[in-house]
């Protein structure tokens, strides 16, 4: 098995070293699709230049398969910068060569990473026909970050889910995977995606498929001072097939479940029987291993038992028996094989009426897999992270192969099941790695996912990083050149009680002006080179400002700490 995976990934590594990814090839068209999509971009002083217009030549190549109009795909774009800003209504352009030329002519605007208010401000325009925004269609919105913010992110996010928008999170830097998982709409695998800026392209046809997977909700809902429930169903619905399936919606509706089905509204009639009958055997929570019965209360303790049959439905032979008592209205069976047809037979044994038997039939779902995340991070120039997600009991080992680009030698690491990180030590310097995490589990069966790694150069950090007092309020910060092919600096400021700011320098800029900095406050002051494969590592230091207001009689206290 070992030596399989060896040699698979050692032709992984040659067909990597020796082929370009290729140009994706024309689409085709995409109509019959409502809805408001929405683009949340990083315009801030974090983000680079060319991070931008990658960005942007992303955010085309998802959308141009796409017909635009009132009964369409709208889309728009609110930039995250010091102060949010939308780029245009939802309904200002309505065909894909308008569009294409909007989204070219967009503009980076720099400033802090206000995430958190850019969100606040997504969900006010995606529910405002004064923006453009329609009554009744899926609401989406997809958010590019680098991983930074300025500001908290775990409320607005949940406000928007709270409002029916389907959050995707495209990350391009270093985020943390417990917060951008949480900020996502679940499930995570296929509402989160991290991904090198040059490697977007891999990743667009599956968001694409995922948003179009975005397109009908059915509620289950009550009517105050009512006990009769109704199905109501979200938009996109014809008027006529609302008022068919989903009377008396003009009363306030609370919704008490909400149920995902598939987009055909021919099958909206079986979907309202299975909603709505709660007289019968049915079955809820469906995993790959277990599922949740549920039924009617029809006996009680003293009044009977009930027997369960149940075994799958393409081998008879493999039936199970078991006695349920008479006060339980529900149970769960598991330990169920995936992707298997259950046969299920609940027979009501009474001592007082006879009630007829009740039957179902569940399917379970594919087996949980891992990993669907493989994140790198504490890159160094001779070692780096790897991670992984989810962790199942179902694993038992996972193997971690990496090898660098070209080459086809390969390192093996093993892994016990109950982790999900390891660090890789004694690599090259400034070397481009491809890492394999295969998870093995205790039914024999394997899944692997890759990711790039790169490691750092030699001593790629800022050697010295000094202050120099300006003015009552203002620093200068001044930095020696960082070794090798230095693209640009990164230069992130905490003002402690106060705003945070970022900026992006070109590499022959290496001193820049800090204000909000009066007299008695502090800050902490990070840069960091940036280079062709990636970040370096970052020099900080705290400054603290003594009181006084002569700049002349300004004395500064650091401390150092690498990052």
Request: aromatic share 8%; proline share 7%; hydrophobic share 35%.
């Given at each position: 098995m070992l030596a399989k995976a060896v040699l698979s990934l050692g032709l992984w590594l040659r067909l990597a070293a020796g082929q370009d990814t290729p140009e994706p090839g024309p689409q085709p068209s995409i109509s019959n699709t409502k809805g408001d999509l929405l683009f949340l971009l990083d315009s801030s002083?974090?983000?680079?230049?060319?991070?931008?217009?990658?960005?942007?030549?992303?955010?085309?190549?998802?959308?141009?398969?796409?017909?635009?109009?009132?009964?369409?795909?709208?889309?728009?774009?609110?930039?995250?910068?010091?102060?949010?800003?939308?780029?245009?209504?939802?309904?200002?352009?309505?065909?894909?060569?308008?569009?294409?030329?909007?989204?070219?002519?967009?503009?980076?605007?720099?400033?802090?990473?206000?995430?958190?208010?850019?969100?606040?401000?997504?969900?006010?325009?995606?529910?405002?026909?004064?923006?453009?925004?329609?009554?009744?269609?899926?609401?989406?919105?997809?958010?590019?970050?680098?991983?930074?913010?300025?500001?908290?992110?775990?409320?607005?996010?949940?406000?928007?889910?709270?409002?029916?928008?389907?959050?995707?999170?495209?990350?391009?830097?270093?985020?943390?995977?417990?917060?951008?998982?949480?900020?996502?709409?679940?499930?995570?695998?296929?509402?989160?995606?991290?991904?090198?800026?040059?490697?977007?392209?891999?990743?667009?046809?599956?968001?694409?498929?995922?948003?179009?997977?975005?397109?009908?909700?059915?509620?289950?809902?009550?009517?105050?001072?009512?006990?009769?429930?109704?199905?109501?169903?979200?938009?996109?619905?014809?008027?006529?097939?609302?008022?068919?399936?989903?009377?008396?919606?003009?009363?306030?509706?609370?919704?008490?479940?909400?149920?995902?089905?598939?987009?055909?509204?021919?099958?909206?009639?079986?979907?309202?029987r299975d909603v709505l009958q709660a007289s019968r055997l049915?079955?809820?929570?469906?995993?790959?291993?277990?599922?949740?019965?549920?039924?009617?209360?029809?006996?009680?303790?003293?009044?009977?038992?009930?027997?369960?049959?149940?075994?799958?439905?393409?081998?008879?032979?493999?039936?199970?028996?078991?006695?349920?008592?008479?006060?339980?209205?529900?149970?769960?069976?598991?330990?169920?094989?995936?992707?298997?047809?259950?046969?299920?037979?609940?027979?009501?044994?009474?001592?007082?009426?006879?009630?007829?038997?009740?039957?179902?039939?569940v399917t379970t779902l594919a087996e949980e897999i891992s990993p669907v995340q493989v994140l790198i991070s504490d890159s160094g120039p001779r070692s780096f992270h790897v991670s992984w997600a989810p962790v199942l009991d179902s694993v038992a080992s996972y193997q971690v192969l990496y090898g660098p680009l070209p080459g086809n030698s390969v390192q093996v690491l093993q892994v016990d099941g109950r982790h999900n990180s390891t660090l890789v030590e004694q690599l090259a310097p400034n070397t481009t790695y491809l890492v394999t995490v295969t998870a093995v589990y205790r039914s024999g069966k394997e899944r692997s996912l890759s990711a790039k790694a790169c490691t750092q150069e030699e001593g790629s950090q800022v050697p010295h990083l000094r202050f120099e007092a300006m003015g009552p309020s203002t620093l200068r910060a001044s930095w020696d050149a960082a070794p090798g092919a230095v693209r640009g600096y990164r230069l992130r400021c905490r003002r402690r009680g106060g705003r945070s700011s970022a900026l992006s320098v070109p590499p022959q800029v290496r001193s820049v002006l800090l204000g909000e900095l009066p007299p008695g406050s502090s800050g902490r002051v990070c840069v960091q080179p940036v280079y062709s494969g990636q970040p370096g590592r970052s020099l900080c230091r705290t400054v603290h400002r003594p009181p006084g207001t002569e700049a002349q009689g300004y004395r500064h206290t650091e401390s150092d700490r690498l990052q």
């Open positions: 002083a974090s983000v680079s230049h060319y991070e931008f217009s990658r960005v942007k030549e992303f955010m085309w190549d998802l959308l141009h398969p796409f017909t635009f109009g009132p009964g369409d795909i709208q889309t728009s774009i609110i930039h995250i910068s010091t102060t949010p800003t939308m780029e245009f209504p939802f309904d200002q352009y309505q065909t894909s060569g308008t569009l294409r030329e909007a989204i070219r002519a967009t503009r980076q605007l720099m400033g802090d990473t206000n995430t958190g208010r850019a969100l606040s401000l997504a969900k006010e325009k995606l529910l405002s026909s004064q923006a453009g925004a329609r009554p009744g269609v899926p609401k989406v919105l997809v958010w590019v970050t680098d991983g930074f913010s300025s500001d908290d992110i775990s409320e607005p996010t949940r406000l928007l889910k709270d409002a029916g928008v389907t959050v995707f999170i495209v990350s391009t830097g270093r985020g943390s995977f417990l917060q951008l998982s949480a900020a996502a709409s679940a499930p995570a695998d296929t509402h989160l995606h991290f991904v090198d800026v040059d490697d977007l392209p891999i990743i667009t046809p599956q968001l694409r498929a995922a948003i179009l997977e975005e397109h009908l909700h059915v509620f289950l809902c009550h009517f105050p001072g009512s006990r009769n429930k109704v199905l109501c169903v979200s938009a996109p619905l014809e008027e006529q097939r609302t008022a068919e399936f989903c009377p008396n919606l003009a009363q306030k509706a609370t919704p008490v479940r909400r149920v995902k089905q598939q987009r055909e509204l021919g099958e909206l009639p079986s979907i309202t049915h079955a809820t929570d469906v995993t790959s291993s277990s599922f949740r019965l549920l039924w009617p209360k029809l006996l009680s303790q003293e009044t009977g038992y009930y027997s369960l049959e149940y075994g799958p439905r393409a081998d008879p032979a493999g039936k199970r028996t078991q006695q349920v008592s008479g006060a339980l209205t529900s149970l769960v069976l598991s330990d169920l094989t995936p992707e298997t047809t259950y046969e299920v037979a609940l027979i009501p044994e009474s001592n007082v009426h006879y009630f007829p038997p009740q039957s179902t039939r």
